[in-house]
């Protein structure tokens, strides 16, 4: 199972970095997004996915998957969920602040 | 008890939330802002002062025992940063005050510098992997705010390479987390040293230790510097001061933290790699710096060096040249603020910033210029003044080890430094004056105050390098000897 995973995560990685090189802003801003979800994957995956009952107290019969990557990845999304909502707007002011240029550019050579 | 431990953090976050609600109150900001990092600079030497008493201090947060829970951890190294950058934060404030202008006051200029040094603060406090992270990303939401703030063409268009770099190099951090957390199961700092001792550095965790320095390395500068002239020379001075004067620097501590407490076991692969990196560094800043004549590129490639030779103390990792990067980054902290102001209050007195295009500029604007010259010899280490002491004891590591060609680069690195500086300073102070008398414009005394207050200080550090000292050896000792840092936080018998 977690060769599965860590195979998808490299496949969102090789995506994300192709996104990122190229010349669109909103494809690199996509590519960023992509770049977080194979993070997130990553964690899941490196601390283990071990069978086991959710991490509730009272549920599953005294065994648990490991509750310390699920805080650390929902840390993780709400950081860079912020982060892409701050980039989206920087790159709607850019678009807006020199008309026609970096952004439509990109888009256009598509 | 300790509790005093949380402050630095604390009372930036909490004036800064404060701030957010007296928007409209330009005065009352500025006086929270400056109290709030007086109070921090005062409570750091307190600390130190414990620390030296008592040795390192720790605060586990909701009293879970240290692998469980986060912690903060205050050691010598740590407090001696935190101290230089509230002083340093504090009177860039003093000059911000002069010259941002109210647009930028009343779009939460203040909470966002106060944002910005919580994260700083943090960050170099903190025992526990993951809470750096996101101490970094406090720190860098708060600098993408400060870089954007104002919305000029030039800003928009940097910080966006400025954003999607520290995205991705967030990325890594978070990838080098799950790595190490997949190979050793903890994210305490102390304990991960303790299990990576117990383990043996296996080259899995080469690997890692090798990400990490790649991660830090880009948001240090080192090697990975190429987004850092651009982004450092378009938002306002005050900004550029404290971004040239904290950020690199929080890279800067990671590594030396990272490679001291937990990958020391490979010295061989990894301190040669970051020697190589640092010397490259050396040589990549030395020829922006040349290269330009751009007051504010020049001032930048210079962060660019002074990051390539704290780390060859790294590199060499024997205690003298630690020491000596330690007393060299407290000094280049402070002087790179001085030196980011005083080329934007020359370009904001000349209205531009091509070394070409100024000219006799002492006539004009004698202590200025002065002070200018003052700070050119402190950061190419001329003897009474600050950098010195740090070049030498660096200098002596290098020797010492026998790494002779870092030693040679690290000297080298110093003349073009001081050419660099001293090509501005021969272009723009000295020759014809073009500015005459009744076209000059006055510069206004409170936006030298700072200036003169920053090189005060580092002429101080100079002059009185024995203060730091003990602080200093005790910083040292702490960073070579592992043990000492892993002991105080889990207890004896574990940290053998």
Same mark, same amino acid.
């Given at each position: 199972? =977690?060769? @599965? ?93 020199? %008309? ?11 | ?34 109290? *709030? ?56 404030? @003093?000059?911000? /005050? ?6 930028? =006051? ?5 909470? /966002? ?54 995205? &991705?190099?967030?990325?890594? /951090? ?19 040293? *303790? ?20 991660? /830090? ?16 020379? &378009? ?6 001061? @404290? ?22 076991? =490979? ?35 210079? $962060? ?18 630690? %020491? ?22 020359? $370009? ?90 009744? %076209? ?25 390098? %024995? ?22 936080? @889990? ?6």
């Amino acid at each position: 199972m =977690e060769t @599965l995973i860590i195979i998808l995560a490299g496949v969102l990685v090789t995506v994300a970095t192709y996104l990122i090189l190229s010349k669109g802003v909103l494809r690199v801003i996509l590519g960023t997004a992509i770049l977080s979800h194979a993070a997130h994957l990553l964690l899941m995956t490196m601390g283990g996915l071990k069978k086991g009952g959710v991490p509730v107290i009272g549920e599953g019969n005294g065994i648990y998957t490991d509750a310390l990557p699920q805080a650390l990845i929902l840390t993780s999304i709400v950081i860079s969920f912020a982060v892409t909502a701050f980039l989206l707007v920087l790159a709607y002011r850019t678009y807006q602040e020199n %008309e026609l240029s970096q952004l439509a550019r990109g888009l256009k050579d598509e | 008890m300790n509790n005093i431990l949380v402050l630095p953090m604390v009372i930036p976050l909490l004036a800064g939330i404060i701030l957010i609600f007296l928007r409209s109150h330009v005065h009352l900001q500025r006086w929270i802002s400056f109290a *709030a990092m007086s109070v921090v600079a005062g409570l750091s030497i307190y600390i130190l002062e414990l620390i030296q008493m008592n040795g390192i201090l720790r605060l586990d947060f909701g009293n879970w025992q240290p692998p469980f829970g986060i912690l903060f951890v205050g050691d010598s190294f740590s407090m001696l940063l935190v101290l230089t950058a509230s002083v340093v934060t504090g009177i860039c404030l @003093l000059y911000a /005050f002069q010259s941002i202008g109210e647009a930028r =006051e009343k779009m939460f200029f203040y909470p /966002f510098v106060l944002f910005m040094v919580a994260g700083v603060n943090g960050s170099f406090l903190t025992g526990d992997l993951f809470n750096l992270y996101v101490c970094f990303e406090v720190m860098l939401l708060a600098s993408y705010a400060l870089i954007t703030l104002g919305g000029t063409k030039p800003q928009f268009k940097e910080s966006i390479k400025y954003v999607v770099i520290n995205v &991705v190099s967030s990325w890594l /951090f978070l990838v080098a987390i799950a790595y190490l957390y997949g190979a050793v199961g903890t994210l305490n700092m102390a304990h991960l040293s *303790a299990r990576i001792a117990e383990a043996g550095q296996t080259p899995l965790l080469t690997v890692i230790s090798i990400l990490f320095l790649l991660v /830090f390395g880009l948001k240090a500068g080192l090697l990975l510097y190429f987004w850092l002239p651009g982004s450092y020379s &378009v938002p306002p001075t005050a900004v550029a001061a @404290l971004f040239g004067a904290l950020l690199t620097k929080v890279g800067i501590y990671a590594i030396f933290r990272m490679f001291t407490l937990l990958f020391y076991h =490979e010295p061989q692969i990894t301190h040669t790699l970051i020697g190589v990196m640092a010397g490259i560094t050396m040589i990549g800043g030395s020829l922006g710096a040349v290269a330009y004549k751009d007051i504010r590129q020049i001032v930048s490639y210079n $962060v660019v060096i002074a990051v390539g030779f704290i780390l060859v103390g790294l590199a060499v990792a024997t205690p003298i040249a630690v %020491e000596g990067s330690i007393y060299y980054l407290i000094h280049d902290m402070i002087v790179k603020a001085v030196l980011f102001l005083l080329a934007g209050t020359m $370009v904001a007195l000349t209205g531009t910033a091509k070394i070409d295009r100024m000219s006799g500029l002492i006539r004009n604007y004698p202590l200025l210029g002065w002070l200018f010259f003052i700070v050119m010899l402190a950061l190419a280490g001329i003897p009474p003044l600050s950098g010195f002491i740090g070049k030498v004891l660096v200098g002596q590591g290098a020797a010492g080890g026998g790494n002779y060609v870092l030693l040679a680069l690290a000297l080298l690195s110093s003349i073009f430094v001081l050419y660099s500086l001293l090509k501005i300073f021969k272009n723009c102070f000295w020759g014809e004056t073009i500015i005459s008398e009744d %076209e000059q414009i006055p510069v206004k005394k409170s936006l030298l105050i700072p200036c003169v207050i920053l090189t005060a200080i580092s002429i101080g550090l100079g002059l009185g390098a %024995e203060v730091l000292a003990a602080y200093v050896k005790d910083a040292a000792n702490t960073l070579m000897n592992p043990n000492v840092y892993v002991e105080a936080i @889990l207890g004896k018998g574990i940290g053998q």
